[in-house]
């Protein structure tokens, strides 16, 4: 599949619905999907990614540097990198505005609204267990 064509994503499968869809692919294709997984989790896996994602997932229109600033408990300079990172892996978009004093807004794309059902599936979880 490519970014044009996307499956529909549905968390409600277990492993065996895993099983059977990794099964399925090519080897070429099987490779690909592997490393662009791997690649996702290391890019969640940064910190303060999950946060900062997190923050988009819930929130209904675009925001501001400043608005993740003072919602996050995230050193400025970590921010900015998380949202770089964020941007160029395609997750996010980032509007400049001419205005003084300047404005940036980030919004998700709809790759990254694709990811986002993972944090209702996770505060359902957070619900029901504790570590």
Do not use: C, Q
């Not at 499968?13 to 997984?37: I, K, N, Y």
């Amino acid at each position: 599949m490519t970014d044009d064509s996307p499956i529909p994503l549905d968390a409600g499968g277990g492993p065996e619905e895993a099983r059977a869809l990794r099964g399925s692919l090519e080897p070429a294709e099987r490779e690909r999907v592997e490393r662009t997984v791997a690649e996702l989790l290391d890019l969640l896996g940064r910190t303060h990614t999950m946060a900062v994602l997190s923050e988009f997932a819930f929130a209904s229109e675009p925001l501001r540097f400043s608005e993740l600033e003072d919602a996050l408990s995230v050193p400025a300079n970590t921010l900015s990198t998380r949202l770089r990172d964020l941007t160029e892996a395609g997750l996010l978009e980032r509007t400049a505005y001419d205005e003084v004093p300047p404005r940036v807004e980030y919004a998700p794309t709809e790759k990254a609204r694709s990811i986002f059902p993972v944090f209702g599936h996770l505060h359902r979880w957070a619900m029901a267990y504790e570590l």
